[in-house]
C-alpha cells in the first residue's frame, strides 16, 4: 500500500479485516492537524510522527486477525530503499497517492513487474478506481492526465482579468522576488538576455518586454531595502513598495496602447486617498482582528493594512534571522501578504476580490477532502481486489478480471453518485505501456566490466534489431546513437548515472521494431540476464488516430457556442456495466 | 472557531463553509444498533466533528461482532456493545461527546417520545422487530425527525430516507447563472442604459459597452421591432442573437458583443420564474403546511416570498454580475448596482419574513440575516421534496414480478430480498442457512402476499440464493462503503447543504451497480 493518507487509512482497515497475509506500508510523509478531520488512525497526540510507523502502530492494537504490518517511511520512487527485488515479493500494489509522480512511478513498476495494481484518487466529493492489469486494461498512462494550469507571463503580469491572475502575481512574481531565495540579485548580461528570449517567446509587443525587463530591475532595488539591516522602524519599504506596484507599474503598462486596445484598463490606486483612514485604522485596537476574519473579503483598506503588517513582518524576520522566505500557506505572513496584494491588485484590474480563504485555497493548491468519500473509495477499492483474487489460481487471471472488474466513479451529482465502466484494453499510443520493457539483471562482474559497445552488442543479438540503434539512459540522457560514439569503449560503470534503478530506452532508428525499455537491475546469484521478450514491429502513426482521444472524459461539461451548457452523460461505447431498468413507482434516476 | 479548528476541518470548510460546520457541530446524531456498518457510519460523522451522538443498543458483544467491526476487540467480549463502541469512537475526535443507552429499543419506545426530540437524525441499521421498525417510524415521521435505515447482506447494501419533507436553500447547483434582469431591468439599471448613446461612442468605447447594457439595449430595439413581444422560444432567441451580432461595429474585434451573443440565451431564459418557485407557492398555501409556531423556517421564507412577489412582482435579485468586457468605470457602476438592489431587495424580504413569522405566531427574534441572505443569494436553485413513509409500495411488487424483466430490475430484487432477509431473522430469530431456500421462498410470498400460482422471477431467487450463502451482516468492505454513502447522506441533512438522497439506494457490491429509487 502506498500512502498512509485518507484512502490509506481507510484502505489498511478494510484489508485488515478482509484477512489479507502480509502488508508493506509505504508513506514518506508526518501527521499534520489538517489531516484528523478524515485520516482516522491519527490522533492529536499524533502529530509531526511519521504516518506510515504511525498507521501500522495504531492497526496493531486491532490486529487480531494476526494480519503482518510493515511500515516503511520513504520516499517510493528512492530505487535504493525500495529496489526492484523488493517489489517483487508483492501479489497486489494499492496506490493510495496524492500526486502524479509518485503515481507515474508506481504504474511503471508494476507494468516491468506485471504486478495488478489498484488506481485511486478522492477530491471533495468525487473519486475514483481503477484496477490496472499490466498490458491487459488501460495503465495510468492511457489516458493522458491534466496538468497543472499555467498561464502566459503576460497575463500575470500585465494583463490579469481573473483572480487567479492577481494570486499567481503575488505569489509567484512579487513575493518570490522580494522575499525569496530564487530570485537573482545581480543579474548578469546572460540572465537578462535569456530572460528577453524567454518573454519574446510569449508575446511580439515590444514596449510590453521592455516594460517587463525594467520592472524585475526595479525589484531588485526593493529586495535590496528589504534585505538592509537598518532598522525596520525607520525603513520607507511599504511606501516604496505600494507605491511602485500599485501605482508607478500600472500607470506605465496603461502607456502601453496596444494592451488595451480590447481589454478593460486598469486604474491606478491612489495611494494618498487611503493614507488618512489607514492611520486611523492602525490605531484601531480591533485592526489586529481582520486577518483572523477568513471567510470575509476585506475592503481595500482593511488589505492595505494587512499588506502594510505583513510587510513589516517579514521585513523584520529578514532583518534578524532568516536569509530569505518561502511563500508557505501555513506561514501566515506570507499568506497575508500574498492575500492582501493579491487583492489590491484586483481592484485595481476591476476583478472581484476574495477572501483569504479562498485565497489560500489557490496559493496553497489544497484540495478539499472528507472521511466520506474516502470511505466510499476504499471500500470500492477493496471489493475489486477480492475480485481479482478470487480469479488469481486461474493461468489466465489478468483476462479473467478485466472482464469481471470496473473502473469506477463517485459524485455528489445526484444522478451520477456512483458510475461504474468496463475496463477498456491498453491505448495503442499509451507511452508507457505500448511498447516492450522488462528487467534487465546485470551480474556484478558484467555491470563493472562489460563496455557499452559489448552492451550494445547483446541487445542487438537478444531481440534482433537490424539497423542502427539509439539508446537513451533514465529520463533524457542520450548515450549512444550513430553520431555519438565517445562511450561506446566506456565501461558501462563510467557512463554517469548508469546504475541499478534506472531505465534503458533502446529506439531502432530505422524504426523497424518498436521501442525497447530496460529496467537495470543486479542479479548477485549468477549471470547477465536478459527478459524474454518478442518486439512486435513499429506501428506506424498514420495508420489511423487512436479513436478514443477525442472522447471526452466522464462527466466532462462541454460550452458549445452559443453557451448552452451540455453535460455529457457517460460515452457510451465504455459504459458498458450501467444499465437501466425500470421504475417501481414513477419517478427514477441511476445514481 | 478557534485557530486549531480551523486548521483542522481547513479541508472539508472549502466544501461546506462555517455555515455547515455550525449545522454539523449543532447536531446529534443517534445510532440504533452497534453494527459494523454502524460503526463506519459513525466514524465518518466523528471526524467532521459532528456536535453528539448516542448509541441505542442493550446487547452484548460477541465473537461475531468483532469480526468485520474495527472498533471492538477481545477485550470487549461479554461487555455492552454500546459503551464498548463509544469508548473507541469517542477517541477519534475530542470536540464529540457520545452516549451509549444500553436499553432494548422496544422498551425505550414504551417510554416517554420526548426521548427522541434531542436528536436531529435517526440511523437504523440491520436488524430491528418489524413492529419496533414501525413503531419508531411512525413516531419519528411525526416529530419531523429524518431516519436513515441502512442494511448490509452479503455483498449487498440497501439506505432509504425517511422524511415527510427535504427542503434544501444551498444546493451548491453547479450551474453558472445569474439573474441579469435583462427583460424588466429596475429604474436605475434602465437609467444607467438610457445614459450611454452607444451610436456616438468611438470604436474604443464602444467596444467596451458591458453586455448587460448591449442586451439591454438590443431588446428595447427588438421590442420596437416586434410590437413589444419578447423572444421566449428558443428559435426567437436564436434570431434575437443574430440582432445583437448585427449591432457590432466589427464583430471579430468586440469582445464584448461576442460575450452579449453568447449570453443571450441564458439571459433571457433565466429572467424568468423557475417552476420550483411555483410549486412552492401552491403548497405553502394549502393544507399540507399549517402556518403555525413549528413551521420549518423554509416555509416561513416561501411565504414571504410569495408576498414578496404579489407586492413587487418580481423575485428578489440575487446581485451576482459575471465578468465581463467593459471599462473599469462602467464595470464598477454596474457593480454597485446590481448589488445595491440586491441589498435593497433582501431589506424588503425580509420585512415580509418578519410580517410571516408575526402572523404565524413565532417571535420576530427568529430573524436569522445570514439564513435570510443565503436564501435570496439561492432562489434560483431551491429544493424541495416530499418523502414516504412506506417501505415499499404495490407498483413496486408489480415490478419484480413482471415476468419479462429477470434481468432488467436487479436492485430492486436485491431491495426486496434484504428486506425479506431481515424479517426472517426477525420472525425466525436465526438468518436463514443455504439450506432455507424454499422455507426462504415460502416467507417472501408470505410477506408480500404473493399467490403460489406464479412462480418467482428466476432472478430473484439468484438473489436469494446470494444472500443466504453469504449469510453474513458485516463483510467490512460492504460497511465502509455503505457507511460512506450513509453518513455523506447525514452529512447533507446536517449541513443543510446539497440534495439528499430521495430516497431509497440499493448497492449491489458483486457488480459495483447502484440504482436511485423513489418510493
Redesign the interface.
Known amino acids: 500500500m502506498v500512502g498512509a493518507g485518507g484512502i490509506g487509512c481507510e484502505l489498511l482497515k478494510n484489508l485488515v479485516l478482509s484477512h489479507v497475509g502480509e502488508i508493506h506500508i509505504v508513506d514518506l510523509d508526518s501527521i499534520t492537524l489538517s489531516n484528523l478531520n478524515r485520516q482516522f488512525l491519527f490522533r492529536q497526540k499524533d502529530i509531526d510522527k511519521s504516518k506510515s510507523l504511525t498507521v501500522a502502530e495504531a492497526v496493531e492494537a486491532f490486529n487480531y486477525l494476526n494480519v503482518k504490518l510493515v511500515p516503511h517511511h520513504g520516499n517510493i520512487m528512492d530505487s535504493d530503499l525500495f529496489p526492484v527485488s523488493w517489489w517483487s515479493e508483492f501479489s497486489y500494489v494499492f496506490n493510495a497517492l496524492d500526486n502524479l509522480e509518485a503515481r507515474r512511478y508506481v504504474n511503471q513498476i508494476c507494468l516491468y513487474l506485471k504486478k495488478p495494481l489498484m488506481e485511486s484518487g478522492t477530491t471533495g466529493y468525487d473519486g475514483q478506481v481503477q484496477p490496472i492489469y499490466p498490458y491487459v486494461s488501460e495503465c495510468f498512462d492511457c489516458q493522458p492526465k491534466a496538468t497543472p494550469k499555467s498561464f502566459p507571463v503576460c497575463t500575470i503580469r500585465s494583463t490579469p482579468s481573473q483572480p487567479v491572475h492577481c494570486i499567481t502575481w503575488a505569489k509567484e512574481f512579487l513575493f518570490a522576488q522580494i522575499f525569496d531565495e530564487t530570485s537573482t540579485n545581480d543579474q548578469s548580461e546572460a540572465d537578462r538576455a535569456n530572460q528577453r528570449r524567454k518573454l519574446e517567446s510569449e508575446t511580439e509587443d515590444k514596449a510590453e518586454i521592455e516594460n517587463m525587463l525594467r520592472e524585475n530591475d526595479e525589484f531588485n532595488e526593493l529586495r535590496n531595502i528589504v534585505k538592509s539591516k537598518t532598522s525596520t522602524k525607520d525603513s520607507n519599504f511599504f511606501e516604496v513598495l505600494v507605491n511602485k506596484i500599485f501605482s508607478t507599474d500600472i500607470e506605465r503598462l496603461l502607456r502601453i496602447d496596444s494592451l488595451w486596445k480590447s481589454r478593460r484598463k486598469p486604474t491606478p490606486l491612489r495611494i494618498e486617498s487611503y493614507t488618512k483612514a489607514l492611520k486611523e485604522l492602525s490605531a484601531e485596537r480591533s485592526a489586529k482582528d481582520i486577518v483572523v476574519d477568513e471567510t470575509r473579503v476585506w475592503s481595500v483598506l482593511e488589505n492595505l493594512f494587512v499588506l502594510q503588517a505583513a510587510s513589516s513582518a517579514l521585513h523584520e524576520r529578514l532583518a534578524s534571522s532568516e536569509s530569505f522566505i518561502s511563500f508557505d500557506k501555513d506561514d501566515d505572513d506570507t499568506l497575508n501578504f500574498v492575500v492582501a496584494s493579491a487583492n489590491i491588485r484586483a481592484f485595481i484590474f476591476g476583478i472581484e476580490l476574495k477572501s483569504k480563504f479562498d485565497i489560500k485555497q489557490i496559493a496553497g493548491n489544497i484540495i478539499p477532502a472528507i472521511a466520506t468519500t474516502n470511505a466510499i473509495i476504499a471500500g470500492f477499492s477493496c471489493l475489486a481486489y477480492l475480485n481479482y483474487f478470487n480469479q488469481i489460481t486461474s493461468s489466465d487471471s489478468f483476462h479473467k478480471a478485466f472482464s469481471s472488474s470496473s473502473t469506477i466513479f463517485t459524485s455528489i451529482r445526484p444522478n451520477k453518485y456512483i458510475t461504474s465502466a468496463a475496463l477498456i484494453e491498453p491505448s495503442k499510443k499509451c507511452p508507457s505501456c505500448s511498447h516492450a520493457r522488462g528487467i534487465l539483471r546485470f551480474s556484478p562482474e558484467d555491470l563493472n566490466n562489460m563496455t557499452l559497445e559489448g552492451l550494445i552488442q547483446l541487445i542487438r543479438d537478444h531481440y534482433g534489431f537490424d539497423d542502427d540503434i539509439s539508446v537513451i539512459l533514465g529520463k533524457s540522457k542520450l548515450i549512444y546513437d550513430y553520431d555519438l560514439e565517445d562511450n561506446l569503449q566506456k565501461k558501462l560503470t563510467e557512463i554517469n548515472g548508469f546504475k541499478a534503478g534506472e531505465t534503458l530506452l533502446i529506439q531502432d532508428e530505422s524504426d523497424a521494431l518498436e521501442n525497447l525499455e530496460l529496467y537495470i537491475d543486479t542479479n548477485t546469484s549468477g549471470k547477465t540476464l536478459f527478459p524474454t521478450l518478442k518486439l512486435k514491429e513499429k506501428q506506424m502513426d498514420n495508420d489511423g488516430e487512436n479513436k478514443d482521444e477525442d472522447m471526452p472524459e466522464q462527466g466532462e461539461v462541454i460550452s458549445l457556442d452559443d453557451d448552452e451548457v451540455v453535460e455529457l452523460d457517460e460515452p457510451v461505447e465504455t459504459r458498458k456495466r450501467g444499465k437501466e431498468s425500470l421504475d417501481g413507482s414513477s419517478k427514477k434516476a441511476k445514481l | 472557531m478557534s ?2 479548528k ?10 461546506w ?2 455555515t455547515g460546520q455550525t449545522s454539523l457541530e449543532g447536531s446529534h446524531i443517534c445510532l440504533v444498533n452497534a453494527t459494523a456498518v454502524g460503526s ?1 457510519i459513525l ?2 460523522l466523528i ?3 459532528i456536535g453528539e451522538y448516542t448509541i441505542i443498543d442493550d446487547k452484548r458483544v460477541t465473537e461475531e461482532d ?3 467491526n ?2 471492538l ?2 477485550d470487549d467480549l461479554g461487555n455492552s456493545i454500546s459503551s464498548s463502541l463509544a469508548k473507541q469512537l469517542n ?4 470536540d464529540v461527546k457520545g452516549y451509549a443507552v444500553s436499553t432494548e429499543l422496544s422498551e425505550l419506545l414504551r417510554g416517554p417520545a420526548e426521548f427522541w426530540d434531542k436528536f436531529n437524525t435517526i440511523v437504523i441499521t440491520n436488524q430491528v422487530a418489524s413492529h419496533d421498525l414501525d413503531a419508531l417510524l411512525d413516531l419519528l415521521w411525526e416529530r419531523r425527525i429524518p431516519v436513515f435505515l441502512v442494511r448490509t447482506a452479503g ?1 449487498y447494501g440497501t439506505l432509504q430516507l425517511f422524511a415527510k419533507e427535504v427542503n434544501v436553500v444551498e444546493t ?1 447547483d ?3 447563472f445569474h439573474d441579469l434582469r435583462i427583460i424588466n431591468p429596475w429604474n436605475e439599471l434602465q437609467e444607467y442604459s438610457d445614459s450611454m448613446d452607444i451610436d456616438t461612442l468611438d470604436d ?1 468605447m464602444h ?2 459597452i458591458p453586455y448587460v447594457i448591449i442586451l439591454i439595449k438590443t431588446l428595447e430595439k427588438w421590442k420596437k421591432e416586434n410590437g413589444g413581444k419578447i423572444p421566449l422560444e428558443y428559435s426567437k432567441r ?1 434570431e434575437f ?1 443574430r440582432l445583437v451580432e448585427s449591432m457590432s461595429r466589427n464583430l471579430e ?3 464584448n458583443f461576442k460575450e452579449a ?6 439571459a433571457l431564459q433565466f429572467s424568468q420564474f423557475p417552476p420550483l418557485i411555483n410549486d412552492l407557492f401552491q403548497k405553502v398555501d394549502s393544507q399540507e403546511i399549517s402556518m403555525d409556531s413549528n413551521v420549518p423556517i423554509f416555509w416561513i421564507y416561501v411565504k414571504a416570498l410569495k408576498q414578496f412577489v404579489e407586492k413587487y412582482n418580481e423575485l428578489p435579485l440575487p446581485g451576482s454580475l459575471p ?1 465581463m ?5 462602467a ?2 457602476t454596474l457593480t454597485k448596482l446590481y448589488g445595491e438592489k440586491a441589498r435593497d431587495d433582501e431589506r424588503k424580504f425580509k420585512d415580509e419574513v418578519i410580517h410571516v413569522l408575526k402572523a404565524s405566531g413565532n417571535s420576530e427574534a427568529d430573524v436569522n440575516h445570514n439564513s435570510i441572505h443565503s436564501f435570496c443569494k439561492n432562489i434560483h436553485f431551491l429544493y424541495a421534496t416530499t418523502g414516504s413513509r412506506k417501505l ?2 404495490n ?2 411488487i408489480s ?1 419484480i414480478m ?1 415476468e419479462s ?1 429477470s434481468l ?5 430484487f436485491i431491495y426486496f430480498t434484504v428486506m425479506c432477509y431481515f424479517s426472517f431473522a426477525d420472525s425466525l430469530q436465526s438468518f436463514p442457512n443455504p439450506g432455507d431456500l424454499e422455507k426462504f421462498k415460502a416467507f417472501f410470498r408470505n410477506m408480500f402476499s404473493l399467490p403460489s400460482s406464479k412462480p418467482l422471477p428466476e432472478g430473484l431467487i439468484k438473489i436469494f440464493k446470494e444472500v443466504i450463502a453469504h449469510s453474513s451482516q458485516s463483510y ?3 460497511s ?6 450513509t ?2 447522506e447525514i ?1 447533507k441533512v446536517s449541513t443543510a447543504q ?2 439528499p438522497l ?1 430516497n431509497l ?1 440499493v ?1 449491489d ?1 458483486v ?9
Request: glycine share 6%; aromatic share 14%.
Open positions: 485557530f486549531d480551523k486548521l483542522k476541518y481547513d479541508r472539508q470548510l472549502r466544501l463553509a462555517n463506519e466514524k465518518n471526524l467532521p466533528g468483532i469480526f468485520g474495527f472498533f476487540d477481545e477517541e477519534l475526535n475530542t455483498f451548491h453547479p450551474a453558472m474604443e467596444a467596451h436564436s442573437k474585434m468586440e469582445d451573443a453568447k449570453a443571450t440565451h441564458r465578468d468586457t467593459s471599462t473599469s468605470f464595470y464598477v415499499y409500495n407498483s413496486m415490478a413482471k424483466n432488467e430490475c436487479s436492485t430492486l467490512h468492505n460492504i465502509s462503503f455503505m457507511g460512506g454513502v453518513s455523506q452529512l446539497y440534495t430521495d439506494y448497492f457490491g457488480h459495483s451497480i447502484s440504482e436511485k429509487w423513489k418510493i
